[in-house]
């Protein structure tokens, strides 16, 4: 049996990071990433592309509450009552990456792979003040497929919001 349809294949994340990357160099903007869910495939994705250290500042993979509270600034209250899955801990997990790395752009990720019916995630981009916040359902996924699925649609989110602030290129 193929992959599914909705798996991200290695060229598809590869294009998105390339022309995320693009997008960065011609706006002169910097990228850092906080993941959960995703486990360090937005990280490796972005670095995979050649010239990538003149964009990619670094990031952060935090799984446990304490460390999205303590490296990220994630609000405690907000993270327990969620189990640090929910639109704001992404909105937050980004916010404390482009602090950390004093970026102008950041990527976070956050979710459920499996241990639930429906496999789901959340996933923020921040644009200087312009925040982005979008979620995933992935039913039938495996946890893999979930990590690259979301990780794709980060990358695409990121590439849309850029295209926004800065115009089509």
Known sequence: MGPSSDVAPDDEIEQLAQR???LLIRAGSRIAAAESLTAGHVQSSI??????????RG???????EEKVR????????????DCVSAEVA????RGAQRT????????????????????????VVVGETEVVDRFDGPGLTRRQMQRRVASRALALAIETLETRHGRQ
Do not use: C, K, W
């Not at 995979?48 to 990619?56: K, L, V, W």
């Not at 994630?74 to 969620?82: G, I, K, L, T």
């Not at 990720?109 to 241990?115: E, P, Q, V």
């Open 71 to 82: 490296l990220l600034g994630v609000d405690r209250a907000e993270a327990e009552r969620s």
């Open 59 to 65: 990031g952060i993979t935090a799984y446990h509450l």
């Open 20 to 22: 995320l990357g693009a």
């Open 47 to 56: 670095a995979a592309i050649s010239g990538a250290s003149n964009y990619f």
């Open 91 to 94: 909105r937050q997990m980004a």
């Open 101 to 124: 790395f004093a970026t102008d752009v950041a990527i976070s990720t956050t979710g459920y792979a499996d241990g639930v019916d429906v496999p789901f995630a959340f996933f923020a």
